[in-house]
């Protein structure tokens, strides 16, 4: 018989009333066993802490810019659970943030998720809407749900993970250097399985309002540059990546994606 899947809530320790919503909503879905995990407040972190934990080098060549302590924070936050999933050996784990909402069908997909994470490869599970998804191909969970392939996505407010995927993630991501979301740099520096699940069972907790890590992160694209040659080659990734969807991915692969709104 498999384990329970463990369930790990990242929450700030002063932010009592998200705690509180949290508890009080999983609670409902029968999943009140829910662990609330600190989270890291990027704002306390010393210049020493952040230098020896954060490469800004590094996350300036991969995404174009510097981070934001908040940004930095939540990466650390979340490798911070994967270290205690390994620390304790566990197969597979199921981590929410703290302003999200969750589908009251969720609980009974753990089992077959379980199942599906019960493999010896690195795979994770993004429980979110999906910025782009492949249709054809994907695994059927039941009736109504299926796992796909994930084509651009974004978010870490819900989403399930095996060990191997968490061992993975810890060694590109220490230090950091990516997003706690940034999950296709994630699989194109690790082996990762990167699926979702359709239709997605979280959604944040206001539909549509930002969270002050995004608003953090919108306030800094002015610092990404702007000379000439970078945004000329931005823009030919933009129209590549362009043709490649309507040629390829959307006809042969049905290439979709999910709009945020209410469940359905």
């Not at 590549?240 to 309507?246: F, G, L, N, S, Y």
Request: glycine share 6%; charged share 25%.
């Amino acid at each position: 018989m498999m384990a329970a899947m463990p369930i790990y809530v990242v929450n700030l320790p002063a932010a009592v009333r998200r705690r509180e919503r949290m508890q009080t909503h999983l609670a409902e879905l029968g999943l009140s066993d829910s662990r609330i995990f600190p989270g890291v407040l990027g704002s306390d972190l010393s210049e020493q802490v952040l230098a020896e934990r954060y490469d800004d080098a590094s996350a300036r060549a991969a995404s174009g810019r510097a981070f934001t302590r908040g940004e930095v924070g939540c990466a650390l936050s979340h490798l911070a659970i994967y270290r205690e999933m390994c620390r304790l050996n566990q197969p597979f784990s199921l981590i929410f943030e703290d302003d999200c909402t969750v589908h009251p069908d969720l609980p009974a997909l753990l089992p077959a998720i379980g199942r599906w994470l019960a493999a010896g490869t690195p795979r994770v599970l993004l429980l979110s809407p999906l910025r782009g998804y492949l249709g054809r191909g994907a695994t059927p969970l039941d009736a109504r749900h299926r796992i796909v392939r994930i084509h651009r996505a974004w978010g870490a407010y819900g989403y399930c993970l095996n060990q191997a995927a968490a061992r993975a993630l810890l060694e590109v991501n220490s230090p950091v250097i990516l997003a706690a979301d940034d999950w296709i740099r994630y699989r194109q520096r690790t082996a990762i399985d990167l699926c979702g699940l359709d239709p997605y069972r979280v959604l944040p907790n206001e539909l549509g309002a930002a969270s002050h890590i995004s608003i953090d992160r919108d306030a800094l694209q002015s610092q990404t540059s702007t000379a000439v040659g970078d945004r000329l080659r931005r823009l030919a990734r933009r129209w590549r990546r362009a043709v490649i969807e309507k040629l390829w991915l959307r006809p042969v692969h049905q290439l979709r994606r999910h709009r945020h709104q209410p469940f359905d």
